[in-house]
């Protein structure tokens, strides 16, 4: 049976653990027919041995999204190993300890700054790296946390998600012309390496089990994997610049 993905070549960033939702995009994205490469930082290795576990072999390239050398070079990597690209999972996103868990008001701008270009700025960075291998077009699709509310503990990230989230907007406007779209899942709360450095993170997690319509499984990455692979695919040719919830529906509840 074919998959929604034949054919197609995928460049995932993100894969840190098996718990990661860009491991389990990457999981469906194969399961599903794609090609798919992944990159990482600061350890590699670490994700090499992680890439182990998908359905089959990923290369793994080296890319810190602050590091414009390793921007400049990625495509021509990419080009090595696949060819050309049809879509691109931005999983990235960081904010220093100061930052986060209740320090919103004295967190310096040093540490703001971090956030915001690692976490925001690095969507078209690695959107305009990936620009040369989609000359077909193709999907761009980054994880956001629902920016539109103050979540407890999330302080500066939330600013930064925020800051995605108006990214994608502009990248779906600017590469448009170009066939590419641009979209976001906004994910439920997850047990991932990213959710474990914030402080206090279990308190906010505790609204779903509560306020969520669908129940919510914060040890299952699947279903948000399964919402980028649906993005990745041609079942939304025509939908640019969204944000998808994959959240139990807790985004639309008032109280």
């Known amino acids: ?65 602050t590091n414009q050398e390793h921007l400049d070079r990625l495509a021509g990597l990419v080009r090595d190993e696949l060819g050309s690209l049809d879509g691109v999972v931005h999983s990235i996103g960081f904010a220093p300890q100061d930052a986060l868990g209740g320090n919103f008001l004295n967190t310096p701008f040093e540490s703001v700054s971090t956030a915001m270009h690692v976490s925001a700025f690095s969507l078209k960075s690695l959107a305009m790296a990936c620009k040369p291998l989609m000359s077909e077009g193709g999907s761009i699709v980054g994880l956001t946390f629902d920016a539109q509310f103050a979540w407890p503990q999330y302080d500066w990230m939330g600013p930064a998600k925020a800051a995605l989230e108006a990214t994608s907007r502009y990248l ?47 040890k299952d990455p699947e279903p948000a994997g399964r919402g980028i692979v649906a993005l990745l695919s041609d079942f939304f040719p025509k939908t640019t610049g969204e944000i998808i919830h994959v959240d139990s529906g807790v985004h639309m509840m008032g109280a």
């Open 1 to 65: 049976m074919s998959g929604i993905l034949d054919g197609k070549r995928i460049l995932v960033t993100g894969v840190l653990m098996e718990s990661s939702i860009a491991f389990h995009a990457a999981k469906v994205a194969q399961e599903q027919g794609a090609e798919v490469i992944l990159t990482a930082f600061p350890r590699p290795t670490l994700t090499e041995r992680i890439a182990k576990k998908l359905p089959k072999p990923a290369k793994v390239i080296e890319l810190d999204v």
């Open 172 to 218: 779906a406007r600017d590469l448009g012309p170009d066939g590419i779209r641009c979209n976001l899942i906004s994910a439920g709360p997850l047990g991932s390496m990213a959710a474990k450095s914030i402080p206090g993170f279990d308190g906010l997690a505790e609204v779903w089990n509560t306020r969520a319509p669908l129940a919510w499984d914060m």
